[in-house]
């Protein structure tokens, strides 16, 4: 995937070559970043990849949701986490038991 930047020229990631544990450590820094889209594709790849081992959505949310107190944390990842599971925001909090 390339990502163009503001200036600084193209940032290419194929995040289907890269391993699980790096997979995880690339959307931890690009949270919050200029790159949404690598984002949203790097979580798309691991939601994918926990499926074929064998986790549904359920499970999926209620490891995202793992040792997250308030709310408000909690709302915040149902938001950037529901697509990449190919469900709303409102499913992903009733299956955390916030609806």
């Known amino acids: 995937m390339n990502i163009k ?3 600084k ?7 289907k070559s ?3 544990t790096t997979l995880v450590e690339i959307i931890n820094e690009l ?10 594709n790097a979580r798309k790849e691991l939601v994918e990849r926990l499926k ?5 959505n359920r499970k999926i949310a209620a490891i995202l949701v793992a040792n997250v107190y308030g709310r408000t ?5 149902a938001q950037e986490w529901a697509e990449s599971l190919g469900i709303t ?4 909090l009733e ?4 609806k």
Do not use: Q
């Not at 949270?31 to 949203?40: I, N, T, V």
């Not at 299956?95 to 916030?98: D, E, R, S, V």
């Open 31 to 40: 949270k919050g970043g200029d790159y949404p889209e690598l984002l949203k």
């Open 5 to 7: 930047t503001k200036g």
């Open 52 to 56: 074929l081992k064998g986790f549904n």
């Open 89 to 92: 925001k409102d499913e992903f």
């Open 95 to 98: 299956l955390i038991g916030m």
């Open 73 to 77: 944390k909690r709302k915040l990842i």
């Open 18 to 20: 890269l391993s699980h």
């Open 9 to 15: 020229g193209v940032v290419n990631i194929d995040v």
